[in-house]
């Protein structure tokens, strides 16, 4: 072969002696972690320099952006735990090599520019619990192997253009909670076989094109709580009886689905909170069986239905919104609907029955002003100034919630004792007047809100969240709200620091606490509020600066003196090294060949258990080449290089230069001594290589 006969007589005849010593207790980034995130780094378009600090040399002990280790585990090595690389701007593709981080339990690459598809190695991050890619540019079809992840919690992978189906192997996924999936443009029939799943909480794939007939099997699943599939392309189906019986639902959407028949009697959900059958092709009538107490959000708007409105919505006392507008609903105008209100005045009841065939009102209407009636375009308006209800027949004005926001001064205190410029203000509701401190901001949407209104819920709110992270409620301010389409409610969060004399501001690790809190999705729940979204994490002013350490390395040992281990132990073995040779250059320097025979690779001559013999292309892998940079220590007899073998073992490798090449014998004699040697403070030898530069070049 003419590639081999280039290198027979290539001129590069270099004789190579490898003495591999292990470093005891060195804390470093498992190798083939670190040369997966490598390709993970390869594969991104990183324009803003993100991820410039992952030219450094180890993940871990150098902290790359983003990378979250673990301790140190049985194997001696920290593992990539999470990567956290949310809203870093990043654009390319998903390197497969993700599939090789095992220990990962977070992948988080929301709100980027991701483009490609989801690697099916992603099936093998067998610890991962949270895969998070939303608002990215992410294609292809949802790999089966996804359906191989044996710790999943939460698929996150809404707002892409994902396409294809709804692998049926996601029904092995016994661990999973949250299929947040919406706003892509998954296709094809829901698997029937998803009714197993004995955790899911949330299905959420609302906005998707979704055909075929809703499985009436998604009903066995024992958990859920949220089920919103607006917006998909159904094949005019009916919707399952059965969903009338899953007794743990909240929410239940699906609006614009194409669905044709009756309305399910959805008397037997205890706490259902939400549902919205809007804009399908519903007919029939109302079912007289009264929904829970609970109901704020009752949408049957835009369907075919007919017959009377039922008499029960007057006893609903958390009622926000009941639209059965575009209908085709006769009979009466009930007249009683506010008498249970229970939200106090910030309540607020819209009932919208426009465009029906509602003919006749028993008695006189006069609601408080918190609640908005509207009937234009039903018969009964002909009759208005005789009936007294000229105000709800006209045209109605829009009274969806406008956004919301409280920017107020405290009173009395002083503007200028509060530098605004440097991030810091008043914090509104705090215990002692005028405490002046700088807020951590936080934006948050609401996915899946049960709500349709949420000024009176705001107070309810800030107490979730201070609970969850064990604040007190006046840390937290509400800054700014906007409902969205979905609908969604988008906000942005001030968290202050808790009063106190000596600061007014967060240390790093309440930072830190509060970030990894947010990140992970750990607050949990809240039937009202439902799913989250992280946004954006906001440091300004005196946080700029502030450097998040990811809190699971905290324990580890500093930087610097991980730094120490290393060097002291590179440089006792490049001692020990240099003291060896001399000691064989001076005792056998008459016996130095020029040229060893084309041979396989030497054996030893003696016999050991603790010595391997390695091929020449081991040790160029595990140098990187014998790159330069992972030079540390050089020497009269060579270099000697931090390496790292296939099996994730780190070494010291001393690499012989050609001017102080030994003999077979002299070099065997060596590793044999170097072989019995042990002591407390040496690092043992593991094994040797001794080939030929042409059969290295070749091999
Ligand atoms: C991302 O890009 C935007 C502009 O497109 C810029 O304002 C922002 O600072 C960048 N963020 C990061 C983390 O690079
Ligand atoms: C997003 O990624 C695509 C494909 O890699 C690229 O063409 C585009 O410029 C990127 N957009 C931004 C804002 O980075
Ligand atoms: C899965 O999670 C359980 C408990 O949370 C843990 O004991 C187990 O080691 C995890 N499995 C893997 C493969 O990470
Ligand atoms: C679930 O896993 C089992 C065993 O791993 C496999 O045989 C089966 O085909 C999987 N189910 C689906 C629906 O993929
Ligand atoms: C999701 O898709 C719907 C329909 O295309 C769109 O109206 C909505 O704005 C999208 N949601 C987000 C958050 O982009
Ligand atoms: C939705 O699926 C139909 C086939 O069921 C296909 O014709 C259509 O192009 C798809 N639409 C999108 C936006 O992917
Ligand atoms: C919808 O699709 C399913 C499965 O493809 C089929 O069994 C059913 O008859 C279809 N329903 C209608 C109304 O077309
Ligand atoms: C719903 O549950 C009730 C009682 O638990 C049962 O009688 C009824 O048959 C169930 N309906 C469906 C459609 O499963
Ligand atoms: C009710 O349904 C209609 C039609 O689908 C929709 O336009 C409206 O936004 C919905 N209202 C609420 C509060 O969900
Ligand atoms: C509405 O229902 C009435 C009977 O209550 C019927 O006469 C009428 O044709 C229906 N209108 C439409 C548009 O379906
Ligand atoms: C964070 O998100 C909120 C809410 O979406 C937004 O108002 C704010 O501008 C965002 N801040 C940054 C720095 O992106
Ligand atoms: C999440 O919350 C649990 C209990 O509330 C706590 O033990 C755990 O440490 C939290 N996780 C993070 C990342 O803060």
């Given at each position: 072969?003419?590639?081999l006969r ?9 004789l ?9 207790s060195?804390?470093?980034t498992?190798?083939?972690?670190a040369?997966?995130?490598q ?5 991104l378009?990183?324009t803003?320099?993100n991820?410039d600090d ?6 871990c002990t ?15 090595y ?12 990043l654009?390319g593709?998903l ?22 598809s ?10 991962l ?5 939303s ?7 949802l790999?089966?192997?996804?359906g191989?992840l ?29 299929f ?9 029939q ?18 998707n094109?979704?055909?075929?007939y809703l ?8 958990k859920?709580t949220?089920l919103?599939l ?8 009916e919707?399952p ?5 899953i ?10 689905c194409?669905?044709?028949g009756?309305?399910p ?10 549902a919205?059958?809007s ?11 009264k ?13 075919m ?7 029960y ?10 639209l059965l ?6 009979g ?6 506010w ?8 309540a ?5 029955f426009q ?18 009636i509207?009937l234009q375009g039903n018969?009964v ?7 007294n ?5 006209g ?9 919301g ?7 009395g205190c002083?503007?200028?004792?509060c ?7 008043y914090?509104?509701?705090?215990p ?17 809100p049960?709500?349709?209104?949420f000024?009176?819920y705001k ?13 007190n409620p006046y840390?937290?301010?509400i800054d ?5 389409e979905g ?12 009063f106190?004399k ?6 790093t690790?309440?930072?830190q606490h509060?970030?990894?809190?947010f990140?992970?999705?750990n ?6 509020f439902g799913?989250y979204d992280l946004l954006?994490?906001t440091?300004?002013g005196?946080?700029?600066?502030v450097?998040v ?25 490049v ?9 064989f250059?001076?005792k ?16 030893l ?9 390695f091929?020449?292309?081991e ?19 060579g ?8 099996d ?8 012989a ?9 002299e070099?065997?004699t060596?590793?044999?001594?170097l ?6 403070n ?8 001794f ?5 290295v070049?070749?091999?």
């Open positions: 072969m003419s590639t280039f290198c027979q007589f290539g001129a590069i005849i270099a190579l002696q490898c003495y591999f010593v292990m470093l005891s060195a804390q470093m498992h190798p083939t972690e040369s997966a995130l390709a993970v780094r390869r594969k378009i990183d803003w320099g991820l992952w030219q450094k040399s180890d993940p150098s902290k790359w952006t983003g990378v979250i280790c673990t301790g140190v585990k049985n194997d001696g920290l593992h990539v735990g999470e990567l956290r690389l949310l809203h870093r701007n654009s593709t390197a497969p090599e993700l599939g090789l981080l095992s220990y990962a339990t977070i992948l988080n690459f929301m709100w980027n520019n991701i483009s490609g989801i690697p099916k190695e992603i099936g093998k991050m067998t610890s619990n949270l895969l998070l890619l608002g990215n540019q992410i294609s292809g079809s790999p089966d192997e996804l191989n044996p710790n999943i919690t939460k698929f996150q992978l809404d707002l892409n253009q994902i396409s294809g189906p709804l692998p049926r192997s996601f029904a092995n996924l016994s661990t999973i909670k949250h947040h999936m919406n706003n892509n443009s998954i296709s094809g829901i698997p029937p076989e998803l009714g197993v799943l004995p955790k899911l909480i949330h299905f959420l794939l609302d906005n094109n979704l055909s075929g499985p009436p099997e998604l009903s066995k699943m024992p859920l949220v919103q607006d917006n998909n392309n159904f094949n005019g189906t919707i009886e059965s969903y009338g019986n007794s743990t639902l909240f929410k239940l959407s699906l609006r614009n194409n669905l044709k009756p309305v009697d959805l008397s037997g959900i205890r706490r259902l909170l939400y919205d059958l804009s399908n092709k519903l007919t029939g009538s109302i079912p007289t069986n929904l829970s107490n609970y109901i704020t959000t009752f949408n049957l708007s835009n369907n239905l007919t017959g009377p409105i039922p008499s919505f007057s006893g609903f006392p958390f009622l926000q919104k009941l507008e575009n209908n085709n609903l006769s009466d105008v009930p007249t009683n609907f008498q249970n209100l229970a939200l106090g005045p910030a607020k009841l819209t009932l919208d465009n029906n065939s509602l003919t006749n009102i028993s008695g006189a209407i006069s609601p408080p002003a918190n609640v908005s509207k018969p308006c002909q009759r208005a100034n005789e009936l209800i000229v105000p709800f027949c045209v109605p004005t829009g009274d969806n919630e406008a956004p926001n409280s920017n107020d001064l405290p009173e002083k503007t200028q004792s530098p605004s410029s440097d991030n810091f203000e914090v509104p509701e705090s002692v007047p005028c405490f002046c401190a700088a807020p951590l901001g936080i934006g948050l949407r609401l996915r899946s049960s709500i349709s209104d000024l009176q107070i309810p709110f800030q107490f979730w969240i201070t609970s969850n992270l064990s604040l840390q937290i301010v700014s709200f906007i409902w969205e609908p969604r409610l988008r906000m942005y969060l001030k968290i202050f620091p808790p106190s000596d600061t007014s501001q967060f240390n690790s309440d930072i509060l970030m990894d809190q990140a992970t999705f607050l949990t729940g809240d039937d009202n799913p954006n994490f440091l300004l005196p946080y700029k600066n450097l350490i990811p809190k699971h390395q905290k324990s580890g040992m500093s930087r610097g003196a991980l730094l120490g281990i290393v060097l002291g132990a590179m440089s006792l073995i001692a020990i090294s240099l003291v060896t040779a001399f000691i250059y001076k056998h320097k008459r016996f130095y060949p020029k040229v060893f025979k084309k041979t396989s690779t030497q054996k001559p003696f016999k050991t258990e603790s010595v391997k013999e091929s020449f292309l040790l160029e892998m595990a140098t990187n080449g014998f790159d330069t940079s992972k030079q540390v220590g050089q020497g009269g007899y270099k000697v290089y931090k390496g790292v073998l296939a994730g073992t780190i070494v010291a490798i001393k690499r230069h050609a001017g102080s090449l030994q003999g077979q014998n070099f065997f060596e590793i044999e001594l072989s019995r040697l042990h002591h407390r040496l690092v043992p030898l593991v094994g040797y290589c080939e030929q530069g042409e059969q070049r070749c091999g």
